[in-house]
């Protein structure tokens, strides 16, 4: 029997439901269940300040609720003027700045009911959009976050923004209760690829060129890995699917799972290929236990030849033979980059991706200012950081200075592991969280450092990933050290992936706390300072000394 929500998406009237009259409803700042799963469709969650809930309650008062808003950005590229409209956005309306999501784009964070259509047409009249940035549907494409090092990055941004345009829902219902749209009368309204019920859950899509791993490809539903030939020319693209982060605690029919490699295709054939993925999980995907609905369950059970044939035989052409590919690393690249035209692109580390103002750095102030005086664009990384692009020789001095005065240069002067760690938002807002994590990060860090100092490490490059349950926003099974959240203070710690994003960690230690976790650290690091070979990862020296077993490799055939 399909579940609850099945029904609730095919009454909704193509997303509407509720959602109207529950915003109208001025007797609570919430709005029904039901209506707030259909409202993740229009990028917006309901939640609620968890640091006071329990005293709220005690007070007998209602949580104290507010909708979290994310913006669809596909490659994460904006213009100033947009930066300046969603730093004015985080002003008017919310309560903890701008934050970086691991999917390159922005959340805003604690907007109360009464703001929640302004927030949205705000985003709307910046010539960007929330449709889609959540719910059962294509979610924001990313794309390798340095798009204009050369043309064929150029070209594969036209591709993540030409796939999120094409994939878009088609309903008019985000027009009709954002924008003050024609409410339609008596005409048919379709959606050609999902349907009434959309997709059985969530589906992302990422670009990454190699040799730059930086949005994780593997973890993506659908991943897309360029062919570039040596004359720069975009050959297309290797097709990755059935990737996925999310499990739950003790349930061992759900796993984070790496995409499998299953062929090649011409960039002409990109936008078919990805709406035939898209139709077929539509089509096998589980609509009666969301928690096996995500497309690399509906391929374990039917198995990836049989997806793959299905596939095909949808598209009417079969996939060419994967070509060869390599990948260096994932994370970001600090500091300045020369791209092609002469046009330079400097990435920063925005920690947790979290733009406050605040006494250590200013990056409100600091951005809003570059955003008045630079000539280029801004874009925004898959690891929470971003990149001031397209700048011309000349200028850098002049940014050089505006991002130290605002302390935003910090990447400069962080150790490795703190330049690799990334954090999901975790507590106050997310109603998942079992655990801090991005608050959490900058405390732990400093003891990791200790460690790492003690042992000569300081500058060993190790990817850390925190989150505060094991739904896994901050892509923690991707983690060369990984914590996941059991309960306040206690976390899993996982160990062993891969500085490349090809190899998920293994669980080592379960349900422990802080001193634990640094005490087997402590111990690890000592061996690996010790025994390691020249240039070897944290992560591939743990099988290598066989502190971890060897993993099932994922299906990379091709790359070295
Ligand atoms: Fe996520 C749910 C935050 C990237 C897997 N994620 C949530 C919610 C909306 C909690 C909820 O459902 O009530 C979190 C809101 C927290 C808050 O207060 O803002 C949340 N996810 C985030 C962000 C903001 C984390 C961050 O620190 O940046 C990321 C927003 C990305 C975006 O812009 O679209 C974010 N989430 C991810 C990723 C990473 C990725 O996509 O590259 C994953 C793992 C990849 C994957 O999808 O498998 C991820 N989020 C989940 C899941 C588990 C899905 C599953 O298949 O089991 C959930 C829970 C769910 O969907 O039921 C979830
Ligand atoms: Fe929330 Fe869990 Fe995602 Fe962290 S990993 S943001 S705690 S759902």
């Given at each position: 029997?399909?579940?609850h929500?099945?029904?609730?998406?095919?009454?909704?009237?193509?997303?509407?439901?509720?959602?109207?009259?529950?915003l109208?409803?001025?007797?609570?700042?919430?709005?029904?269940?039901?209506?707030?799963?259909?409202?993740?469709?229009h990028?917006?969650?309901?939640?609620?300040?968890?640091?006071?809930?329990?005293?709220?309650?005690?007070?007998?008062?209602?949580?104290?609720?507010?909708?979290?808003?994310?913006?669809?950005?596909?490659?994460?590229?904006?213009?100033?003027?947009?930066?300046?409209?969603?730093?004015?956005?985080?002003?008017?309306?919310?309560?903890?700045?701008?934050?970086?999501?691991?999917?390159?784009?922005?959340?805003?964070?604690?907007?109360?009911?009464?703001?929640l259509?302004?927030?949205?047409?705000?985003i709307?009249?910046?010539?960007?959009?929330?449709?889609?940035?959540?719910?059962?549907v294509n979610?924001?494409?990313?794309?390798?976050?340095?798009p204009?090092?050369?043309?064929?990055?150029?070209?594969?941004?036209?591709?993540?923004?030409?796939?999120?345009?094409?994939?878009?829902p088609?309903?008019?219902?985000?027009?009709?209760?954002?924008?003050?749209?024609?409410?339609?009368?008596?005409e048919?309204?379709?959606?050609?690829?999902?349907?009434?019920t959309?997709?059985?859950?969530?589906?992302?899509?990422?670009?990454?060129?190699?040799?730059?791993?930086?949005?994780?490809?593997?973890?993506?539903?659908?991943?897309?890995?360029?062919?570039?030939?040596?004359?720069?020319?975009?050959a297309?693209?290797?097709?990755?699917?059935g990737?996925?982060?999310?499990?739950?605690?003790?349930?061992?029919?759900?796993?984070?799972?790496?995409a499998?490699?299953?062929g090649?295709?011409?960039?002409?054939?990109?936008?078919?290929?990805?709406?035939?993925?898209?139709?077929?999980?539509?089509?096998?995907?589980?609509?009666?236990?969301?928690?096996?609905?995500?497309?690399?369950?509906?391929?374990?059970?039917?198995?990836?030849?049989?997806?793959?044939?299905?596939?095909?035989?949808?598209?009417?052409?079969?996939?060419?033979?994967?070509?060869?590919?390599?990948?260096?690393?994932?994370?970001?690249?600090?500091?300045?980059?020369?791209?092609?035209?002469?046009?330079?692109?400097?990435?920063?580390?925005?920690?947790?991706?979290?733009?406050?103002?605040?006494?250590?750095?200013?990056?409100?102030?600091?951005?809003?200012?570059?955003?008045?005086?630079?000539?280029?664009?801004?874009?925004?990384?898959?690891?929470?950081?971003?990149?001031?692009?397209?700048?011309?020789?000349?200028?850098?001095?002049?940014?050089?200075?505006?991002?130290?005065?605002?302390?935003?240069d910090?990447?400069?002067?962080?150790?490795?592991?703190?330049?690799?760690?990334?954090?999901?938002?975790?507590?106050?807002?997310?109603?998942?969280?079992?655990a801090?994590?991005?608050?959490?990060?900058?405390?732990?860090?400093?003891?990791?450092?200790?460690?790492?100092?003690?042992?000569?490490?300081?500058?060993?490059?190790?990817?850390?990933?925190?989150?505060?349950?094991?739904?896994?926003c901050?892509?923690?099974?991707?983690?060369?050290?990984?914590?996941?959240?059991?309960?306040?203070?206690?976390?899993?710690?996982?160990?062993?992936?891969?500085?490349?994003?090809?190899?998920?960690?293994?669980?080592?230690?379960?349900?422990?706390?802080?001193?634990?976790?640094?005490?087997?650290?402590?111990?690890?690091?000592?061996?690996?300072?010790g025994?390691?070979?020249?240039?070897?990862?944290?992560?591939?020296?743990?099988?290598?000394?066989?502190?971890?077993?060897?993993?099932?490799?994922?299906?990379?055939?091709?790359?070295?």
């Amino acid at each position: 029997m399909p579940s609850h929500f099945e029904t609730v998406k095919q009454e909704s009237r193509f997303l509407r439901g509720g959602i109207a009259e529950g915003l109208a409803d001025p007797v609570t700042g919430a709005i029904s269940e039901d209506d707030n799963k259909l409202l993740k469709f229009h990028g917006s969650y309901l939640q609620d300040d968890r640091d006071i809930r329990d005293e709220r309650r005690r007070q007998k008062l209602e949580p104290a609720y507010a909708f979290m808003v994310r913006a669809r950005l596909p490659g994460g590229v904006m213009t100033t003027a947009q930066w300046l409209a969603f730093d004015k956005i985080a002003g008017d309306y919310a309560s903890s700045g701008l934050r970086i999501t691991t999917r390159q784009t922005f959340q805003w964070h604690g907007i109360i009911k009464r703001d929640l259509k302004p927030t949205i047409a705000a985003i709307d009249a910046a010539m960007a959009s929330t449709i889609a940035a959540c719910g059962d549907v294509n979610r924001n494409v990313v794309c390798n976050a340095n798009p204009v090092e050369s043309q064929a990055h150029e070209h594969a941004y036209a591709w993540a923004v030409r796939l999120s345009e094409h994939l878009e829902p088609k309903t008019r219902a985000y027009h009709e209760l954002w924008l003050d749209g024609e409410k339609l009368v008596g005409e048919e309204e379709v959606e050609p690829l999902y349907g009434p019920t959309y997709l059985p859950r969530k589906f992302k899509i990422g670009l990454a060129i190699p040799p730059l791993n930086d949005i994780d490809v593997f973890a993506q539903d659908l991943g897309l890995i360029a062919i570039v030939e040596e004359d720069g020319r975009l050959a297309g693209f290797n097709v990755a699917i059935g990737g996925g982060m999310g499990a739950s605690h003790g349930d061992p029919s759900t796993y984070p799972r790496l995409a499998d490699v299953i062929g090649f295709v011409l960039p002409e054939q990109l936008l078919a290929l990805a709406e035939t993925v898209i139709a077929v999980q539509r089509d096998w995907g589980d609509r009666e236990e969301r928690k096996h609905a995500r497309l690399k369950y509906t391929i374990d059970r039917h198995g990836l030849a049989a997806f793959k044939a299905e596939l095909e035989q949808r598209l009417g052409f079969a996939l060419q033979a994967e070509r060869a590919f390599r990948f260096d690393h994932n994370g970001d690249r600090y500091g300045w980059i020369e791209g092609h035209a002469g046009r330079w692109h400097l990435t920063l580390q925005v920690e947790s991706g979290r733009l406050l103002d605040n006494e250590a750095h200013t990056w409100l102030s600091g951005m809003r200012e570059l955003a008045a005086i630079h000539k280029g664009d801004i874009r925004l990384t898959c690891n929470q950081n971003l990149i001031i692009a397209n700048v011309v020789a000349a200028d850098r001095a002049a940014i050089d200075e505006l991002v130290a005065r605002h302390g935003m240069d910090g990447y400069r002067k962080h150790s490795a592991i703190r330049q690799h760690a990334i954090a999901c938002v975790a507590l106050p807002t997310c109603g998942l969280a079992m655990a801090e994590s991005e608050r959490y990060l900058p405390l732990l860090l400093p003891k990791l450092e200790a460690l790492l100092d003690r042992h000569g490490l300081i500058d060993a490059p190790i990817l850390l990933r925190l989150s505060g349950c094991p739904n896994g926003c901050s892509r923690p099974y991707l983690g060369e050290i990984a914590l996941i959240g059991r309960a306040p203070g206690r976390y899993d710690l996982r160990l062993g992936a891969d500085f490349r994003g090809q190899r998920l960690n293994q669980l080592y230690r379960e349900n422990v706390d802080e001193a634990a976790l640094l005490d087997v650290l402590d111990q690890l690091f000592a061996r690996f300072a010790g025994e390691r070979a020249a240039g070897e990862h944290f992560g591939d020296f743990l099988l290598r000394a066989a502190v971890l077993s060897q993993p099932r490799l994922i299906p990379l055939k091709v790359s070295a």
